[in-house]
């Protein structure tokens, strides 16, 4: 009960060792001292409360928020002592504003409680007592034997013990947890994958010995103690061995694992937990906001009570004869009473704070993310995805981005690789329609010319066919010794899985070499998660050595048709610090060969034979051209040396503490003395409309920055070709540099060069090595040298790397809005260590995606989120946090000035009701309506115009200045509702027919009013963009004022204590000099607002106010004059002539038309733009654009 209690609270007991021990169907050990471990059960719990904690730990959540709490002290103070309002009027706002949110709350916690239900409640099948037992999910054991049927996804974290094939092993997809969709192999140890029934294994006799849980999807370490023939066998236990919950069974009829970790242990649920809160800029201006008006609030509580006193000190004002003091109040303590009236003129004046202005913003920010969802131009009808918002919290961020941090590959680049090159012991060769062609050669070449090459009859006598229909497609031409070997290495060292269209084949008892034996050997599909793997093994099946399939341990590929088995010995796993990964294997002869591949930086310096300097070369070719390298190398072992390996891999991979350190060690002893054989270059084509959106955000003001793991070469060639860098850019280089000191004069020399040099725009590159150099001893020298770069490139990049390069903008002096896009694993640091971070959907899995804020298909809709999406967001909720201010200020103030007419008696200017329901209902629709609808401008002209986002940058909407003028302009207003309502009743006139005179309720009627009505249209005027909605709401809010009014005054409510209300609303609507004083006063507020607009707009006018006349068609005929303007050779003459046609029709001219069709960017200069005639980067047309325009 206590442990059950304690779990509904939250609250779960600490592990109390580093390592778990697992018994196998729970066979504990039969001697008595023997305690077993207690683990979570296997519930996933999802929702954040249960019944028992709901209301406690929403209220405390709620109460955290500065504006709840201080609202909730004003409704003490009113219960506790006397104060001139009612504790109605704080109360209920705040209960109205409490109730809304947890019940939004609850509602959310109760579709996670019944979506937690439905998979905890699902049936599974464990090993019980000798049978197979039908139970519920919920109620699996951390070790229980659980049987899983093809195509159901594990309910728990199971080390797989056995499955249907005699070698025991499995294929999964893990699309639930990372969005991979290749199938990948897990294996079981040889001692239980014999265990194929039930009643084997209730035989079984074993105990898994792992590490605690831990969200890492990829990291496990452990090993099974066997106990086989009466000894103890001790195996180790990888990734390769546990299969996760979440994930799915394929292509196997059932598997047997034990569970490990259960319920909210296993990796599944620990990956639920919740990313770092990120708070945006305008959130931070809010609060500060929150605590100047506050400061404005006590203020106006001391003066009023200073005032008092000062009033009262004459005698007539301090016990008049109709207000005599009781004995009480005569004996009162004077601190005491200083105190009470302070707090009462507090509770008086407290509605100056915003309290709905919190839930305005969430209902606002949550409403308004739906748009992204539903946009259709940011939905990729190929891969049928469309833009997600995973945090709504950072919407308006989106419009103040300063830098953007972009990976490369797959995030510029579509990670589709073709194989393009290779370079084999020193000779370069490409691929042409499935063979080999030195270079300098064709495909059609004369045998004479090309000695090096086997030609087809030789090829034809070293294998013979026993079939037509087995004869490769296209032979190839390499030589059957080094070349041969290369693609040897290819075929075997990688981590492919194959798929069939025959799926019967991989049953248990069927051959998975059976397809290449009787099928074309284009009926297999392969599958990687990586793309380069799969380009690779593709490309050595079209050459002639065909990667056929793998069963156990043993590993096929057909070399032009003959059939060749090696024996798996060894993975030595990819790793992000290695960045190489290695297969060890015994060939056909009996021999030990070790494979590798990887980044040249990685293999190179540990080789010690084969074509290094020509290999190096021919790497650096292929890096110039844009292609991705990879060394291949290879070593062979002496028997004496492969026991040597063979123990210090053992003994590295049983080990429990410290494996991954034990391993990288073993890797770094084997992968060492190795032969190059060669290498090759992947082409990774650019994304659609990259070079368009990289240069649509520098035009908008934007830095980008590529950060990319790639060899330096090929990052330089791929930003050179999607426009990151230009032809003209001086680029500055900061490389291979060794010391603190070379580092720092090399940053010193990059300075003196920007300085002296005239170049208009310079591009920085950098790499890893360097960037740790440069980021340990000169930070400030490097932030110089960055930032007078209009575009950064750092290659070579670790992902830890990544973040640190985005934390050091982040929290530079100048404090930048910065934003990270990237769609792999490596990327995540960078995407969570950002302001704002993108995920894009691309074929690295769904990391990226799941811990982004927002999640896009292509590079290219990043343009339109930030440059419409993120302005309209920025603008909206701009407006709305100083609209709330400016009303609450219009709405107080006059209740301030009133105490200088009743000698600060505290009396209250408006009835309780009007000041409970004044944020509630008569002023919150309209300004949630704006905030969800608005555009300032067309959506097109925001596209084809980036540079109105400048306009917007820096905050600059909810800057001191704007901030000063919303906050006086509310003074002012006020000032005149409260004044203008006393010029017309002040002087005791009648303004009835009857001769009766108005009072005190009349005379605060009028004001609040005079106010409503002009604060709503106060908002009216600040609307550019109505729907139905906004008219519905704007004049629907000013209608339900008045009909409010009449019922609440027009009727005798038995419910009220008092009704001082009672015919008031009415006696003032029946008088003509009432109707005139309200169209007055809201005359004189609004008319100066009228001519500030006109008067700034004609004169004035900012280059967003110049967009606001275009429509759409006009700015995408504006956008074909400016390509036409912008000639060859960088002469300006669309500045003037834009200007011309912003006068007249704006109808394209018949050339537009032509360019309209071209697709290209839309690209705007305003007349006082800068103008470089050397920046061809951005004034220049491609040839393709020159040819249509």
Same mark, same amino acid.
């Given at each position: 009960?206590?442990?059950?209690?304690?779990?509904?609270?939250?609250?779960?007991?600490?592990?109390?060792?580093?390592?778990?021990?697992?018994?196998?169907?729970?066979?504990?050990?039969?001697?008595?001292?023997?305690?077993?471990?207690?683990?979570?059960?296997?519930?996933?719990?999802?929702?954040?409360?249960?019944?028992?904690?709901?209301? %406690?730990?929403?209220?405390?959540?709620?109460? /955290?928020?500065?504006?709840?709490?201080?609202?909730?002290?004003?409704?003490?103070?009113?219960?506790?002592?006397?104060?001139?309002?009612?504790?109605?009027?704080?109360?209920?706002?705040?209960?109205?504003?409490?109730?809304?949110?947890?019940?939004?709350?609850?509602?959310?916690?109760?579709?996670?409680?019944?979506?937690?239900?439905?998979?905890?409640?699902?049936?599974?099948?464990?090993?019980?007592?000798?049978?197979?037992?039908?139970?519920?999910?919920?109620?699996?054991?951390?070790?229980?034997?659980?049987?899983?049927?093809?195509?159901?996804?594990?309910?728990?974290?199971?080390?797989?013990?056995?499955?249907?094939?005699?070698?025991?092993?499995?294929?999964?997809?893990?699309?639930?947890?990372?969005?991979?969709?290749?199938?990948?192999?897990?294996?079981?140890?040889?001692?239980?994958?014999?265990?194929?029934?039930?009643?084997?294994?209730?035989?079984?006799?074993?105990?898994?010995?792992?590490?605690?849980?831990?969200?890492?999807?990829?990291?496990?370490?452990?090993?099974?103690?066997?106990?086989?023939?009466?000894?103890?066998?001790?195996?180790?236990?990888?990734?390769?061995?546990?299969?996760?919950?979440?994930?799915?069974?394929?292509?196997?009829?059932?598997?047997?694992?034990?569970?490990?970790?259960?319920?909210?242990?296993?990796?599944?649920?620990?990956?639920?937990?919740?990313?770092?809160?990120?708070?945006?800029?305008?959130?931070?201006?809010?609060?500060?906001?929150?605590?100047?008006?506050?400061?404005?609030?006590?203020?106006?509580?001391?003066?009023?009570?200073?005032?008092?006193?000062?009033?009262?000190?004459?005698?007539?004002?301090?016990?008049?004869?109709?207000?005599?003091?009781?004995?009480?109040?005569?004996?009162?303590?004077?601190?005491?009473?200083?105190?009470?009236?302070?707090?009462?003129?507090?509770?008086?004046?407290?509605?100056?704070?915003?309290?709905?202005?919190?839930?305005?913003?969430?209902?606002?920010?949550?409403?308004?993310?739906?748009?992204?969802? !539903?946009?259709?131009?940011?939905?990729?009808?190929?891969?049928?995805?469309?833009?997600?918002?995973?945090?709504?919290?950072?919407?308006?961020?989106?419009?103040?981005?300063?830098?953007?941090?972009?990976?490369?590959?797959?995030?510029?680049?579509?990670?589709?690789?073709?194989?393009?090159?290779?370079?084999?012991?020193?000779?370069?060769?490409?691929?042409?329609?499935?063979?080999?062609?030195?270079?300098?050669?064709?495909?059609?070449?004369?045998?004479?010319?090309?000695?090096?090459?086997?030609?087809?009859?030789?090829?034809?006598?070293?294998?013979?066919?026993?079939?037509?229909?087995?004869?490769?497609?296209?032979?190839?031409?390499?030589?059957?010794?080094?070349?041969?070997?290369?693609?040897?290495?290819?075929?075997?060292?990688?981590?492919?899985?194959?798929?069939?269209?025959?799926?019967?084949?991989?049953?248990?008892?069927?051959?998975?070499?059976?397809?290449?034996?009787?099928?074309?050997?284009?009926?297999?599909?392969?599958?990687?998660?990586? %793309?380069?793997?799969?380009?690779?093994?593709?490309?050595?099946?079209?050459?002639?050595?065909?990667?056929?399939?793998?069963?156990?341990?043993?590993?096929?590929?057909?070399?032009?048709?003959?059939?060749?088995?090696?024996?798996?010995?060894?993975?030595?796993?990819?790793?992000?610090?290695?960045?190489?990964?290695?297969?060890?294997?015994?060939?056909?002869?009996?021999?030990?060969?070790?494979?590798?591949?990887?980044?040249?930086?990685?293999?190179?310096?540990?080789?010690?034979?084969?074509?290094?300097?020509?290999?190096?070369?021919?790497?650096?070719?292929?890096?110039?051209?844009?292609?991705?390298?990879?060394?291949?190398?290879?070593?062979?072992?002496?028997?004496?040396?492969?026991?040597?390996?063979?123990?210090?891999?053992?003994?590295?991979?049983?080990?429990?503490?410290?494996?991954?350190?034990?391993?990288?060690?073993?890797?770094?002893?084997?992968?060492?003395?190795?032969?190059?054989?060669?290498?090759?270059?992947?082409?990774?084509?650019?994304?659609?409309?990259?070079?368009?959106?990289?240069?649509?955000?520098?035009?908008?003001?934007?830095?980008?920055?590529?950060?990319?793991?790639?060899?330096?070469?090929?990052?330089?060639?791929?930003?050179?070709?999607?426009?990151?860098?230009?032809?003209?850019?001086?680029?500055?280089?900061?490389?291979?540099?060794?010391?603190?000191?070379?580092?720092?004069?090399?940053?010193?020399?990059?300075?003196?060069?920007?300085?002296?040099?005239?170049?208009?725009?310079?591009?920085?590159?950098?790499?890893?090595?360097?960037?740790?150099?440069?980021?340990?001893?000169?930070?400030?020298?490097?932030?110089?040298?960055?930032?007078?770069?209009?575009?950064?490139?750092?290659?070579?990049?670790?992902?830890?790397?990544?973040?640190?390069?985005?934390?050091?903008?982040?929290?530079?002096?100048?404090?930048?809005?910065?934003?990270?896009?990237?769609?792999?694993?490596?990327?995540?640091?960078? @995407?969570?260590?950002?302001?704002?971070?993108?995920?894009?959907?691309?074929?690295?899995? /769904?990391?990226?995606?799941?811990?982004?804020?927002?999640?896009?298909?292509?590079?290219?809709?990043?343009?339109?989120?930030?440059?419409?999406?993120?302005?309209?967001?920025?603008?909206?909720?701009?407006?709305?946090?100083?609209?709330?201010?400016?009303?609450?200020?219009?709405?107080?103030?006059?209740?301030?000035?009133?105490?200088?007419?009743?000698?600060?008696?505290?009396?209250?200017?408006?009835?309780?009701?009007?000041?409970?329901?004044?944020?509630?209902?008569?002023?919150?629709?309209?300004?949630?309506?704006?905030?969800?609808?608005?555009?300032?401008?067309?959506?097109?002209?925001?596209?084809?115009?980036?540079?109105?986002?400048?306009?917007?940058?820096?905050?600059?909407?909810?800057?001191?200045?704007?901030?000063?003028?919303?906050?006086?302009?509310?003074?002012?207003?006020?000032?005149?509702?409260?004044?203008?309502?006393?010029?017309?009743?002040?002087?005791?006139?009648?303004?009835?027919?009857?001769?009766?005179?108005?009072?005190? !309720?009349?005379?605060?009627?009028?004001?609040?009013?005079?106010?409503?009505?002009?604060?709503?249209?106060?908002?009216?005027?600040?609307?550019?963009?109505?729907?139905?909605?906004?008219?519905?709401?704007?004049?629907?809010?000013?209608?339900?004022?008045?009909?409010?009014?009449?019922?609440?005054?027009?009727?005798?409510?038995?419910?009220?204590?008092?009704?001082?209300?009672?015919?008031?609303?009415?006696?003032?609507?029946?008088?003509?000099?009432?109707?005139?004083?309200?169209?007055?006063?809201?005359?004189?507020?609004?008319?100066?607002?009228?001519?500030?607009?006109?008067?700034?707009?004609?004169?004035?006018?900012?280059?967003?106010?110049?967009?606001?006349?275009?429509?759409?068609?006009?700015?995408?005929?504006?956008?074909?004059?400016?390509?036409?303007?912008?000639?060859?050779?960088?002469?300006?003459?669309?500045?003037?002539?834009?200007?011309?046609?912003?006068?007249?029709?704006?109808?394209?001219? %018949?050339?537009?038309?032509?360019?309209?069709?071209?697709?290209?960017?839309?690209?705007? !200069?305003?007349?006082?733009?800068?103008?470089?005639?050397?920046?061809?980067?951005?004034?220049?047309?491609?040839? @393709?654009?020159?040819?249509?325009?």
């Amino acid at each position: 009960m206590l442990r059950w209690l304690r779990q509904q609270l939250g609250f779960d007991p600490p592990h109390q060792s580093d390592t778990r021990t697992v018994y196998v169907a729970n066979r504990f050990p039969q001697h008595g001292h023997y305690i077993p471990q207690r683990f979570a059960d296997n519930r996933i719990i999802s929702s954040k409360y249960t019944i028992w904690n709901f209301v %406690p730990k929403n209220l405390f959540e709620q109460f /955290r928020r500065i504006a709840n709490f201080y609202f909730l002290i004003i409704f003490l103070v009113q219960l506790m002592i006397d104060t001139p309002t009612s504790p109605v009027t704080s109360g209920l706002p705040l209960f109205f504003v409490i109730t809304v949110t947890a019940i939004k709350q609850g509602y959310e916690d109760w579709l996670r409680h019944k979506a937690d239900n439905e998979v905890n409640g699902a049936p599974v099948f464990v090993v019980r007592s000798g049978s197979l037992v039908q139970t519920r999910s919920k109620n699996i054991r951390v070790g229980d034997i659980v049987r899983v049927a093809k195509d159901e996804t594990f309910p728990a974290d199971l080390v797989l013990l056995s499955s249907e094939r005699c070698d025991g092993t499995c294929h999964i997809t893990t699309t639930s947890l990372d969005g991979e969709t290749n199938l990948k192999t897990h294996y079981s140890v040889a001692e239980t994958a014999v265990c194929q029934s039930v009643s084997q294994l209730e035989t079984l006799q074993a105990v898994v010995e792992c590490q605690q849980p831990e969200a890492d999807l990829y990291r496990f370490v452990g090993r099974m103690t066997v106990t086989h023939h009466g000894e103890d066998v001790v195996r180790p236990l990888g990734p390769e061995n546990l299969l996760l919950r979440g994930a799915r069974l394929k292509n196997t009829k059932e598997i047997f694992g034990v569970a490990v970790y259960t319920g909210m242990e296993s990796k599944m649920a620990l990956n639920y937990k919740c990313k770092s809160q990120k708070r945006s800029a305008v959130e931070k201006s809010m609060n500060t906001f929150l605590i100047i008006y506050l400061g404005i609030l006590l203020l106006e509580a001391v003066l009023s009570t200073i005032l008092k006193y000062a009033w009262q000190a004459e005698d007539k004002w301090d016990e008049p004869f109709y207000n005599q003091k009781t004995d009480q109040e005569k004996n009162s303590s004077p601190i005491l009473k200083f105190i009470s009236d302070f707090l009462a003129f507090l509770v008086l004046y407290n509605f100056i704070i915003p309290i709905s202005l919190y839930v305005t913003v969430e209902m606002q920010k949550f409403l308004g993310s739906f748009f992204i969802g !539903w946009d259709l131009d940011l939905y990729h009808k190929e891969s049928d995805q469309k833009a997600q918002v995973n945090t709504s919290d950072l919407n308006e961020e989106l419009g103040q981005v300063e830098y953007v941090f972009t990976d490369k590959t797959g995030t510029l680049t579509e990670n589709e690789m073709q194989f393009r090159e290779c370079s084999i012991n020193g000779i370069k060769y490409r691929e042409v329609n499935g063979k080999l062609v030195p270079e300098g050669r064709t495909d059609d070449s004369p045998d004479g010319s090309a000695p090096n090459l086997v030609i087809l009859a030789r090829v034809l006598v070293n294998f013979k066919y026993k079939c037509a229909h087995c004869l490769p497609p296209a032979l190839p031409n390499i030589q059957d010794g080094e070349e041969l070997l290369f693609f040897q290495a290819v075929s075997l060292c990688h981590t492919v899985q194959i798929s069939y269209d025959q799926p019967d084949c991989l049953s248990g008892a069927g051959d998975p070499f059976c397809h290449v034996n009787g099928f074309s050997a284009n009926e297999m599909e392969y599958y990687a998660s990586s %793309p380069d793997e799969k380009a690779l093994v593709e490309a050595a099946k079209r050459i002639g050595v065909a990667f056929t399939g793998i069963r156990g341990d043993t590993m096929e590929i057909k070399t032009f048709g003959k059939a060749e088995k090696y024996k798996l010995l060894h993975v030595l796993e990819f790793d992000a610090n290695r960045r190489r990964m290695s297969v060890i294997l015994e060939t056909p002869a009996g021999g030990k060969v070790l494979f590798t591949k990887g980044a040249e930086s990685s293999v190179l310096p540990f080789a010690t034979s084969g074509e290094i300097e020509k290999t190096r070369i021919h790497i650096d070719e292929f890096a110039l051209r844009g292609l991705r390298t990879l060394v291949v190398a290879c070593r062979h072992f002496i028997p004496e040396d492969y026991v040597e390996v063979e123990r210090i891999l053992n003994s590295a991979r049983t080990a429990l503490q410290q494996r991954e350190e034990r391993l990288q060690q073993a890797f770094g002893e084997i992968e060492k003395n190795l032969k190059v054989l060669g290498a090759t270059g992947v082409e990774d084509k650019l994304q659609e409309k990259v070079q368009e959106t990289i240069e649509a955000l520098r035009l908008a003001g934007i830095k980008v920055w590529v950060l990319t793991g790639d060899k330096h070469e090929t990052a330089v060639s791929v930003s050179l070709s999607c426009g990151h860098f230009h032809r003209t850019m001086n680029i500055l280089e900061l490389l291979q540099q060794r010391s603190d000191n070379e580092c720092a004069e090399q940053l010193r020399r990059l300075a003196r060069r920007i300085k002296e040099d005239h170049v208009i725009q310079h591009g920085l590159v950098v790499d890893g090595a360097s960037l740790s150099l440069a980021l340990r001893e000169h930070e400030k020298l490097f932030m110089e040298v960055s930032k007078k770069c209009s575009a950064v490139l750092c290659c070579r990049m670790a992902p830890l790397q990544k973040a640190k390069v985005v934390r050091l903008l982040k929290t530079s002096p100048e404090k930048p809005i910065t934003l990270a896009v990237g769609d792999g694993a490596n990327d995540v640091s960078m @995407i969570q260590e950002a302001h704002v971070g993108i995920g894009i959907m691309g074929k690295e899995g /769904r990391q990226a995606v799941r811990n982004s804020d927002y999640a896009i298909a292509r590079f290219r809709f990043l343009a339109k989120l930030l440059l419409v999406h993120g302005h309209f967001y920025y603008i909206r909720i701009a407006t709305l946090v100083q609209y709330f201010f400016y009303k609450n200020v219009c709405f107080i103030t006059p209740q301030f000035l009133y105490q200088f007419f009743c000698l600060f008696s505290q009396q209250t200017l408006y009835d309780s009701v009007y000041l409970t329901l004044y944020n509630i209902c008569f002023t919150s629709l309209p300004i949630l309506v704006y905030s969800l609808f608005e555009q300032l401008v067309h959506p097109h002209v925001l596209q084809s115009k980036p540079v109105l986002y400048r306009d917007i940058s820096r905050n600059s909407l909810l800057s001191v200045r704007t901030f000063l003028y919303w906050t006086l302009l509310g003074f002012c207003h006020a000032f005149v509702f409260f004044f203008g309502s006393y010029i017309l009743m002040g002087e005791d006139t009648s303004l009835l027919g009857n001769g009766q005179m108005f009072g005190n !309720w009349t005379f605060g009627t009028l004001v609040f009013t005079v106010m409503v009505i002009t604060v709503t249209l106060k908002l009216a005027l600040e609307t550019h963009f109505w729907t139905w909605m906004n008219h519905f709401v704007t004049w629907g809010s000013i209608a339900f004022y008045f009909i409010f009014s009449l019922f609440y005054g027009g009727i005798i409510w038995p419910f009220l204590h008092t009704q001082d209300m009672y015919f008031v609303f009415v006696q003032l609507l029946s008088s003509g000099s009432a109707w005139f004083a309200i169209i007055l006063i809201v005359a004189t507020c609004l008319f100066p607002d009228v001519v500030k607009k006109v008067f700034y707009r004609h004169l004035r006018p900012t280059s967003t106010q110049k967009s606001q006349s275009l429509s759409a068609p006009q700015a995408k005929a504006l956008s074909c004059v400016e390509s036409l303007c912008c000639y060859q050779h960088g002469q300006s003459g669309c500045s003037r002539l834009v200007g011309l046609l912003e006068q007249m029709s704006g109808r394209c001219p %018949p050339a537009g038309d032509r360019c309209e069709s071209s697709g290209r960017s839309n690209r705007s !200069w305003a007349d006082g733009d800068n103008f470089y005639s050397n920046d061809r980067s951005v004034l220049t047309l491609s040839p @393709i654009e020159v040819a249509h325009c």
